[in-house]
């Protein structure tokens, strides 16, 4: 069958890759320059420098010309060691996911389960840490927002489990869905390893990750024997201090970070997590109306990046989500491994406003009526109403 002419915009309402703003692709149509001349060394620095005043820190943050996948193995192989156990948190795939690296990469790995439908559980984290009387546990690694639940944890409170019983762990934090959407603090946090991505809340296409150093990780780093290379830090490190990288960086998405950087100092941080606090809060509003379960089940874990929504026993997510992709030019996240065809996934991050947001919405509506889904009408009116009521000044 001939595919349907789409007029208009499409709408990429997946938790990542979020929407690329205009500004941000005319940020990056322009020539490639010379990565070793003059004019690149400034753009190093401004990226460098921005990069610090997101992520909250002062250390040394790394750009790897990578997915966050590849930062997640930098976080890795510079401070721990073949054999070396880590304690990490079944929060959902994403968190599977690292998992199963850690393993291969030859490092232990002790998981806490979840249910899939909260954030990690200081109180777990605690009661297994203060056991380790030994100090065998090298690391905890957690994820911040577990983009296939849309469930967040609270990274404060894992540093207070794991100070409070006086243990020496790192803290890594994988933060690819959070950052620059939900508030994010690595010094004031003490998080030795922050890792992230460009797709997400930083608005910009897929393809830069980063590690943001404590000082005690960069300092073990220097001494870790793990075999390493691409990923080394102190390669990067001492590159980057001339304004340069070890290798041919990406220097067109470094364009478009730059002006993401700007774009998010304009509007305001605090202004960019209270816009995804208030769309998430509609996304929910809009999701009770039409009687669907919202995936995660803690109130304090909800996420502002993304929300699941879980459908009816006997209607597959994945049947809604080609419909609407086919009628009303929009994707959804689909759900991942265990949750695949039981839930859909809204990502309401990066740029987006109100507009977008009842697009969105009013698309999952049409959606559920289409795909023979039971629900309530009126969730998508329930939204505006919110919206509406809660004009930002
Ligand atoms: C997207 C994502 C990843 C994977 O990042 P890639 O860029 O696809 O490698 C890892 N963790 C979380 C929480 C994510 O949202």
Excluded at 87 to 116: P, R
Excluded at 257 to 279: P, Q, S, T, Y
Excluded at 344 to 373: K, P, Y
Aim: aromatic residues 8%; proline residues 4%; neutral net charge.
């Amino acid at each position: 069958m001939k595919k349907k002419y789409m007029p208009g915009k499409h709408f990429l309402q997946l938790p990542g890759p979020s929407n690329v703003p205009d500004r941000i692709l005319r940020a990056m149509d322009y020539p490639t320059i010379d990565h070793r001349g003059p004019d690149f060394t400034k753009l190093t620095r401004a990226c460098l420098d921005g990069m610090k005043s997101i992520f909250k820190t002062t250390s040394d943050v790394i750009i790897f010309p990578a997915s966050g996948t590849g930062a997640w193995e930098a976080a890795l192989v510079n401070i721990l060691n073949e054999g070396d156990l880590v304690l990490m948190v079944e929060t959902g795939h994403f968190a599977s996911l690292w998992n199963k690296m850690a393993l291969q990469l030859g490092i232990k790995t002790e998981f806490l389960k979840t249910d899939w439908r909260r954030g990690v559980e200081p109180e777990k984290l605690f009661d297994r840490l203060i056991k380790d009387t030994e100090k065998k546990i090298k690391a905890v690694c957690v994820v911040h927002n577990e983009t296939s639940t849309g469930s967040i944890s609270r990274i404060n409170e894992v540093r207070e489990a794991i100070d409070s019983s006086s243990h020496n762990a790192f803290l890594m934090v994988d933060t690819i869905s959070g950052l620059a959407s939900l508030e994010y603090k690595h010094d004031e946090w003490g998080v030795d390893v922050t890792i992230s991505g460009s797709q997400k809340g930083l608005m910009l296409p897929p393809g830069l990750s980063f590690n943001a150093i404590s000082e005690k990780a960069l300092l073990a780093s220097n001494k870790n024997s793990m075999k390493r290379s691409y990923w080394d830090w102190k390669e990067q490190i001492k590159s980057n201090e001339s304004g340069s990288f070890p290798y041919t960086p990406a220097t067109n998405l470094l364009y478009g970070l730059k002006e993401a950087i700007n774009m998010l100092h304009e509007e305001g941080l605090a202004n960019v997590f209270n816009r995804h606090d208030r769309h998430a809060e509609a996304t929910r509003i809009a999701v009770q109306a039409w009687g669907l379960e919202v995936l995660c089940q803690e109130e304090k874990d909800y996420s502002s990046v993304l929300t699941a929504v879980k459908l009816p026993e006997g209607h597959n997510a994945d049947s809604l989500r080609k419909i609407i992709l086919e009628e009303f030019n929009m994707s959804l996240g689909n759900g991942l491994s265990k949750l695949a065809g039981k839930v859909f996934r809204i990502g309401h991050l990066g740029d987006f406003n109100d507009l977008m947001l009842m697009g969105t919405l009013n698309g999952v509506e049409m959606g559920l009526s289409l795909a023979g889904v039971p629900h309530q009408k009126g969730g998508a009116s329930r939204a505006s109403e919110y919206l509406t009521n809660n004009i930002v000044k």
